[in-house]
């Protein structure tokens, strides 16, 4: 059994390393010929909010979109950029211009031709404009052209190192041009039903709260592909029913957001089931402060929180020793960019005496009845790891006189309070670096006053942070970035406006009765290529 592969990538455009790993009671497979037809039930734990993955990074909605729309490439296991819309690609003047060669023959659900119009529509109209990860990638963008109908040329002011594993389908899916184009696409009504894109599957029935169907394309344009002739989406919010349903046979696949963790060790020897661990990039718990109202606006109140939060004990009750605690705000899965001089270890060790003593001198005594004050704290429920987080924290804050008042929230109520309008004083929230901190990790403090979505939600704004994160993301050298961001680790990490809680370690669970998962499935990607192992021999 293959338990942990290291890997880096390093492509003609990006450089970048994180470890993945790989877990199964199911032994070649790679030797399995793939088999067709037959319906896969995957967990969901909320309602997907719309269709349209190109402006919201919304989990249940790239969840469901990767299955209904390509990107230009496919990022794989070891993350490197695989063709799909784009069947090639050229890197030009040093990373300043990518030129695309596009798929032929691809048809969107309606019959329409795809061609480069959709990809220039989508990157202008769309990616650049609201997609919260994807966004940065166009900042520096002068130029989309497309001289012809299969290919698209991207034209930058300066480098942005991780572009091609943003043009992945969680990042930037391709949407058809001529049903978006002269309408606002935040309103239109593909949105919200009957969405048209390339990709493997169509969405056949959404019934909220219940389920989604999607069903298999017979014109996809990578030729045998997908295996599947359905894939129900299950919604089932509470993690105690997910689980339920799939020691049930009800549920054939939980990914990891949705896994309750401390079942791994109870079920990863059931010949029933496999399993593989980290899927996805690297991703966190983030213990997030907001930076423009009550006590957490004073720097010196987060430092204190953050000595008196225990982190080795978020990771073993909210991860069940999945992963490792946060060790810097630059994830240490890229060696390459973590500064080790510049560790929360070293800043602020587990000390709850040190920590009461600098509430105490940050001017917020203990009252007559033993509280300092109070810290509203908001989380999304549907996650397992949140609301463990949480009850670490608030019992941790607790013992040095800080009452925490938790309120668990669906998805939709979590963003308008956090993202929308920063009405709260602390969050617990689960983020992804999506492979590069360009990408990924970028967006969590960037000075942003739009209130786009899942972007800076702690209102923290300083300019050299900025700065850096822009050097960071305009040179291919890698010691060249890696300088920048371990400057920015050093800042972040004595300014504390969010706190890597934990570096989470995913593990997903599906029914042995598939193939096909461990060579090719992440969070979001892959589905075309899994199987059902009793299908027939041809479509």
Request: proline content about 6%; some cysteine.
């Amino acid at each position: 059994m293959l338990r942990r592969v290291a890997t880096s990538l390093v492509t003609a455009l990006v450089l970048t390393a994180f470890v993945l790993g790989l877990g199964s009671q199911v032994p070649a497979q790679v030797a399995e010929r793939p088999r067709y037809g037959g319906t896969l039930i995957k967990v969901l734990g909320a309602n997907p909010s719309m269709f349209n993955a190109a402006i919201t990074a919304d989990h249940s909605v790239v969840s469901v979109g990767c299955t209904l729309y390509n990107g230009l490439v496919f990022v794989d296991r070891r993350g490197q950029p695989q063709p799909e819309l784009a069947r090639a690609w050229e890197i030009r003047q040093g990373g300043r211009e990518i030129a695309f060669q596009l798929q032929r023959n691809v048809k969107w659900h309606d019959g329409a031709p795809f061609t480069s119009a959709d990809v220039k529509f989508t990157m202008e109209s769309m990616l650049a404009k609201y997609h919260p990860r994807s966004q940065k990638a166009f900042a520096d963008v002068t130029a989309i052209e497309i001289p012809d109908a299969h290919t698209v040329v991207v034209k930058f002011r300066k480098v942005f190192a991780p572009f091609l594993t943003v043009m992945g389908c969680s990042e930037a899916p391709i949407l058809p041009r001529h049903l978006y184009e002269g309408t606002d696409p935040l309103k239109n009504p593909r949105n919200l039903a009957d969405p048209v894109g390339t990709g493997p599957f169509k969405l056949a029935e959404f019934v909220r709260g219940s389920h989604l169907t999607v069903v298999r394309n017979p014109d996809y344009f990578l030729p045998g592909l997908p295996y599947l002739d359905r894939i129900v989406f299950k919604i089932i919010p509470d993690a105690a029913g997910r689980l339920l349903a799939f020691e049930k046979g009800e549920v054939d696949y939980i990914e990891s957001t949705f896994f309750p963790k401390q079942e791994h060790r109870r079920l990863k020897d059931n010949p029933a089931f496999q399993w593989q661990t980290d899927s996805d990039q690297p991703n966190e718990t983030y213990l997030m402060f907001n930076t423009q109202r009550g006590p957490t606006r004073d720097r010196r109140v987060r430092q204190a929180l953050v000595m008196a939060a225990d982190r080795k004990l978020a990771l073993e009750r909210a991860a069940f020793g999945l992963g490792q605690p946060g060790r810097g705000p630059i994830d240490s899965r890229f060696p390459w960019a973590f500064n080790a001089e510049a560790t929360y270890d070293r800043l602020y060790p587990f000390d709850p005496v040190r920590a009461a003593k600098m509430l105490d001198e940050a001017g917020y005594p203990k009252k007559a009845d033993g509280v300092r004050f109070d810290l509203q704290m908001v989380y999304m429920t549907e996650q397992p790891d949140l609301p463990a987080s949480a009850e670490v924290l608030r019992s941790n804050w607790r013992d040095i006189g800080v009452n925490v008042v938790l309120e668990g929230v669906e998805r939709q109520v979590m963003y308008q309070r956090v993202y929308a309008t920063r009405n709260y004083d602390v969050t617990v929230q689960g983020y992804t670096s999506a492979g590069d901190p360009a990408a990924g990790i970028q967006r969590v403090y960037n000075t942003d006053e739009s209130r786009n979505n899942w972007v800076n939600p702690t209102g923290y704004s300083n300019l050299t942070v900025d700065e850096l994160f822009a050097k960071a993301a305009g040179v291919f050298n890698l010691e060249e970035r890696g300088r920048a961001y371990r400057e920015l680790g050093k800042i972040l990490a004595e300014d504390v406006p969010t706190v890597v809680l934990i570096e989470k370690g995913s593990v997903d669970y599906g029914s042995a009765k598939f193939g096909g998962f461990g060579q090719s499935v992440t969070f979001f990607n892959g589905w075309d290529r899994v199987w059902w192992r009793a299908g027939r021999e041809k479509p």
